[in-house]
């Protein structure tokens, strides 16, 4: 766990690269849920769920993506979907974590 937005990401980053990642990217940063009311004024949301949603199919050596954070699982995976689907192409949701 990081304290800060910048440690989050650069612990994010080494992660992806000691698994072997070679276009490794961080994408979308949250976090915790620590207090229902805490906010500390950092602009590193508390909306304790992530999702990735990919598209079914390659378009030109890309995969059309769409990720998103919020409160409950199902609202993460829904707006990850709608980010994904904008490209027009049918998605399904790939990873989730809620913390």
């Known amino acids: 766990g990081a304290d800060k937005r910048q440690e989050a990401k650069d612990i994010a980053q080494k992660y992806c690269e000691n698994a072997g990642g070679k276009a490794c990217n961080v994408v979308t940063v949250f976090r915790n ?5 805490d906010d500390d004024e950092t602009g590193f949301p508390y909306k304790h769920c992530g999702a990735l949603a990919v598209a079914d ?12 954070s919020a ?3 199902r609202e993460a995976e829904d707006l990850a979907l709608q980010a994904c689907e ?8 790939r990873e989730w974590v809620c913390t």
Do not use: D, L, M, Q
């Open 86 to 93: 904008a490209t027009g192409e049918k998605c399904k949701i």
């Open 33 to 37: 849920h620590r207090h229902w009311n």
């Open 71 to 73: 409160e409950t699982r």
């Open 57 to 68: 199919k390659e378009e030109n050596r890309f995969t059309p993506w769409g990720v998103n």
